[in-house]
């Protein structure tokens, strides 16, 4: 079977900075993805990794572990606008995404 | 620059109406995708097209129906609505480079009474 497991829901302080996990079990691995979603918004592309290793971009930084099927989304200097939902996504057989339920982060003052 | 546009932006419907999403984008994608959202079940993949002319199946392909007659254009649609479709809609696009990230549309809510 595919599978995407992340927490449900994560809480922060303003400045701090905030590790987002994301383990898979898919039948194939072309790529994983991470979105940020606003309440009542589209999704938006935040970081894409193909090869282990982190990416940083920014405030954002994305690692991934493909022999552990294991991912995380750091994000640093938490900001208040950054309390949305976060989407872990798989890429299989080329073609076809495959999305956990998402992380929704609140950050406090 | 439009990128992806999702009409209509909200919906109500009766139990057996149909109706027609449409999906249009303006970035010369290869790839589109229709998904549906529904509260703790994160994005689910109804069904994707990689051309134009071509549709395939996604995870949750009952009860709706695709077509892409035209490159820019993906529509959705729904033969005859259940309350169980009531969702918010979302549609993607990609260029056809693995390293690029889908793009998405601003979804369409979909209420079925």
């Known amino acids: 079977g595919q599978n995407i497991d992340q927490p449900t829901e994560m809480t922060a302080t303003e400045g701090a900075i905030v590790q987002i996990n994301c383990t898979y079990q898919?039948?194939?691995?072309?790529?994983l993805f991470w979105y940020q979603q606003h309440a009542g918004e589209a999704p938006t592309f935040l970081s894409y990794?193909?090869?282990?290793g982190l990416e940083e971009k920014g405030r954002f930084s994305s690692f991934l572990s493909r022999s552990k099927g294991y991912s995380y989304l750091l994000l640093k200097e938490l900001q208040m606008k950054d309390s949305a939902s976060y989407l872990c996504?798989?890429?299989?057989?080329?073609?076809?995404?495959?999305f956990g339920t998402g992380t929704r982060l609140k950050v406090l003052a | 620059n439009a990128g992806v546009t999702q009409t209509p932006k909200f919906r109500v419907l009766k139990t057996g109406q149909s109706m027609t999403l449409l999906c249009a984008q303006d970035m010369n994608h290869e790839y589109m995708y229709w998904y549906r959202q529904d509260p703790g079940m994160g994005l689910r993949l109804i069904h994707y097209?990689?051309?134009?002319?071509?549709?395939a199946k996604g995870e949750v392909p009952d009860g709706y129906n695709v077509s892409r007659l035209k490159k820019q254009n993906f529509l959705l649609g729904l033969e005859s609505a259940a309350p169980s479709q009531t969702s918010v809609y979302f549609c993607?696009?990609?260029?056809?480079?693995?390293?690029?990230?889908?793009?998405f549309g601003d979804g369409t809510r979909l209420s079925i009474l």
């Open positions: 898919t039948s194939g691995f072309n790529g």
């Open positions: 993607a696009s990609r260029p056809g480079e693995l390293n690029q990230p889908q793009h």
């Open positions: 990794n193909v090869l282990d």
């Open positions: 097209s990689v051309g134009e002319g071509t549709t």
């Open positions: 996504a798989v890429r299989d057989r080329g073609y076809k995404y495959i």
